[in-house]
């Protein structure tokens, strides 16, 4: 498990987990989302729970897919938050997200430190599935010529807006919207390598010309692609997962396997989580696995 988690000057927070929910408030907005994995009772009252402007629930009979039940009141345009000197625009999405997963909080602090520990070099950094990019803020702030991968066209956009916010629109961020796969492979043909890579892939995904991955058939390939184009001394390497049957240790596994110049005695491992400010228990959210050439 991560050591800890930088809840200030952060605005988010998890209010309650229990009963597979979990209560949170994004800046000035509460939401309730499923949480499977919060099989406690609730502590927080009724009353509180009530409060939420915002609630999404799976379809009867279903653990994916399901559907926002949200007042007019919200924001059409989102809002925005603060992550340290980071600024996020938010909104509810169609899958249950608010554009921000916040168990990500400790790798975007350890991507800027990374950075900064090279103290000015230059570093090619590949963010693979960057979704919305926070990982691509934290890498940019930090000096990394940054290139944002991701399949969807409106995720890319999101992550560009989200630069803007930040104030680092003049940062060198390249936005590729194509299939991970097909990218990855060209920039091995191209003889194109990468001091680090961020990599955080779904369980189940679709490119923009309608290729499919799935988490089980792809990761080996992916992991190739991966071992083709990056630098022969990395600077860094995150993974991370939400996919069920997978573990910190998979991914550690996968790491060294695949890329066999890793000193094994760089990596660490562990569960990502966020704090449950009421009662102080860990919502387990995922897992991952980090390398650093610099750890002592």
């Known amino acids: 498990m991560s050591s800890s988690y930088p809840s200030d000057n952060f605005d988010y927070q998890l209010l309650d987990t229990g009963a597979f929910q979990k209560l949170e408030q994004f800046g000035p907005h509460r939401f309730c989302r499923p949480a499977p994995q919060a099989l406690w009772p609730k502590s927080l009252p009724a009353s509180e729970w009530k409060k939420v402007e915002g609630e999404y629930k799976y379809f009867k009979g279903k653990d994916t897919g399901g559907e926002w039940k949200t007042p007019s009141s919200l924001p059409e345009e989102g809002w925005q938050i603060n992550f340290q000197n980071l600024v996020f625009k938010v909104q509810p999405t169609g899958f249950g997200h608010i554009g ?9 602090l350890w991507i800027i430190d990374q950075l900064k520990q090279l103290n000015g070099k230059e570093i090619k950094v590949l963010n693979v599935f960057g979704y919305t990019g926070a990982s691509t803020l934290a890498a940019a702030s930090a000096g990394a010529h940054v290139t944002h991968l991701d399949a969807s066209k409106g995720s890319v956009n999101w992550a560009r807006e989200n630069l803007e916010l930040s104030g680092l ?21 191209r003889g194109n390598k990468y001091d680090a890579i961020i990599m955080d892939p779904p369980s189940f995904g679709r490119g923009p010309n309608g290729e499919v991955w799935q988490i089980e058939d792809k990761l080996s390939e992916f992991m190739e692609a991966c071992q083709n184009i990056i630098s022969d001394s990395p600077a860094f390497l995150l993974f991370t997962t939400h996919s069920p049957g997978f573990s910190s240790l998979t991914l550690e596994n996968m790491l060294r396997t695949y890329i066999k110049s890793l000193n094994k005695e760089n990596f660490e491992t562990g569960e990502m989580f966020i704090p449950d400010t009421s009662t102080g228990l860990h919502l387990p959210n995922g897992f991952f696995c980090r390398y650093s050439a610099n750890r002592c």
Request: hydrophobic letters at 35%.
């Open 100 to 108: 921000l997963f916040p168990e990500q909080a400790p790798n975007w």
């Open 169 to 189: 629109g003049d940062r060198p961020v390249r936005w590729i919207v194509e299939d991970a796969m097909k990218y990855m492979q060209r920039e091995h043909r």
